[in-house]
């Protein structure tokens, strides 16, 4: 039983649908963040269900590790062969299969993307809410749990799947959850596998809740002295009820990035960027009441717009931190983290992880989901620097420490992956080994993503 018999059984049964081709191996060893290069051993092109089932049931008796692969935009790691094997690329199974637009739902291929799904909503007056800011395919943002800007509002990946189509590490196909909204029958085994890194079973077709269109959206950004003041802001608007569509902070450095990138001039101080949906005049008072709570806590320069053309370049900022961020330090990688609290706890862990970059002398400005308590911190290091990927590691663990301690979670939405799995037994405990159990009952030959959320066989 061997990875090459694996490879050899596939071929035979599907010529031309697997590749050990090196450049073919390297489009699926590589990550958006610091990882190294990590090649499979080969690269299956998945078309549907049917060969999944084949494919996985061969891995299985030859106890071939085997990975899914969607657009790899994953920040941990989470889609790296990283005990080689087979890589499945998804990216195929890209059909819309039905928008069941009276009840509000939609079955879609995992091989789709959200901007894919979401342009051909477009003319029904409905979309997918879900936003991680990259254009990530719809299976990988729910093996991840994917959330993102509009969180506070319409929640993660896990609230909006209703029901998923899997392949088990048998073979077996089975499905999960269904178009209802709500079910009392049995095991929820939908949300076990959302989230679960391609650890437990492939997604081979997602059954996801939509929204309707708002009928207006209003964009805003305000200046603040401090994190603190901007944070109590976002608790005292949540605490009024308040139907925050996005809650976004953005951190002095990420402005004055942002200022260069753009050719902007915005105070070099921390900034909400918020978002209200809703009717023409709920969004104005909505954001009327925000203006009053930001300039209670000496909030300023509050700038509000329901234009559409105002709007984007209100956020503009926020949208591409990142890039205007990357700009500053040509040359450097990004090291991309996360980590996610009790809001009352945000500010003041958010302080300490901004002090401890300050003192570690390597660049690290931080913006997140205020309105969940979630926030990332991209390390910048020098591309072959030892010394400056060992401090980002160090500040990463911290970090870590600081939200445990803080009845955190060492991920808010990024995963484990490879990078966070030493956090595991600290935040779970005795829960870490019953998640191994149900590994071994579902994988028990652990080739399905091997090495990533559990500890290892």
């Not at 819309?96 to 007056?125: C, F, H, S, W, Y």
């Not at 207006?216 to 901007?230: G, K, S």
């Not at 931080?366 to 020098?382: C, K, P």
Request: proline share 4%.
């Amino acid at each position: 039983m061997t990875i090459r018999n694996a490879i050899h059984r596939i071929e035979e049964l599907f010529p031309g649908s697997i590749s050990t081709k090196t450049v073919n191996r390297k489009q699926h060893g590589t990550n958006e963040t610091y990882f190294p290069e990590i090649l499979p051993d080969a690269v299956f092109y998945a078309k549907n269900t049917k060969e999944i089932s084949k494919i996985v049931k061969i891995c299985h008796e030859e106890e071939c590790p085997l990975v899914a692969w969607g657009t790899g935009t994953s920040l941990e790691g989470n889609a790296l062969a990283k005990r080689g094997g087979i890589s499945l690329d998804m990216m195929s199974m890209d059909k819309v299969l039905r928008i069941n637009a009276e009840d509000m739902d939609v079955i879609v291929q995992p091989g789709v993307t959200r901007e894919q799904l979401n342009n051909d909503l477009k003319e029904l007056g409905l979309f997918f809410p879900v936003d991680p800011g990259a254009n990530a395919s719809l299976g990988g943002m729910a093996a991840t749990r994917a959330s993102g800007t509009t969180a506070v509002r319409y929640g993660t990946m896990r609230e909006n799947v209703l029901g998923l189509e899997v392949v088990l590490a048998d073979g077996r196909v089975v499905k999960t959850g269904g178009r209802s909204r709500k079910s009392a029958a049995g095991y929820d085994l939908t949300k076990l596998i959302v989230g679960s890194e391609g650890t437990l079973a492939i997604i081979t077709e997602l059954t996801l809740k939509l929204q309707g269109r708002p009928e207006a959206i209003a964009a805003a950004i305000c200046a603040f002295p401090t994190v603190d003041e901007a944070v109590q802001t976002v608790i005292q608007t949540i605490q009024m009820a308040i139907p925050m569509a996005r809650m976004e902070l953005v951190d002095t450095e990420t402005i004055l990035a942002c200022n260069e990138y753009f050719g902007e001039a915005m105070p070099p101080l921390p900034h909400l960027f918020l978002e209200f949906h809703g009717s023409d005049s709920s969004v104005r008072e909505q954001s009327e009441i925000v203006s009053d709570i930001a300039a209670s806590l000496g909030g300023s320069d509050f700038k509000w717009s329901s234009k559409s053309e105002k709007r984007n370049k209100l956020w503009k900022a926020r949208h591409h931190a990142f890039y205007a961020v990357k700009a500053k330090y040509p040359g450097y990688k990004a090291i991309a983290t996360d980590a996610c609290v009790p809001i009352s706890k945000l500010a003041c862990l958010i302080d300490e992880t901004a002090k401890d970059i300050r003192e570690s002398g390597i660049p690290g400005p931080i913006w997140g989901h205020v309105g969940d308590g979630n926030f990332h911190a991209t390390l910048l290091i020098r591309e072959k620097s030892q010394k400056d990927r060992k401090i980002a590691q160090g500040i990463i663990d911290r970090m870590c420490q600081r939200c445990l301690q803080m009845e955190g979670t060492i991920t808010g939405e990024h995963g484990i992956g490879m990078g966070k799995l030493k956090y595991m037994q600290q935040e779970h405990g005795d829960s870490w080994e019953l998640m191994s159990e149900i590994k071994r009952a579902m994988d028990p030959n652990y080739i399905l993503n091997p090495g990533k959320v559990i500890k290892s066989n």
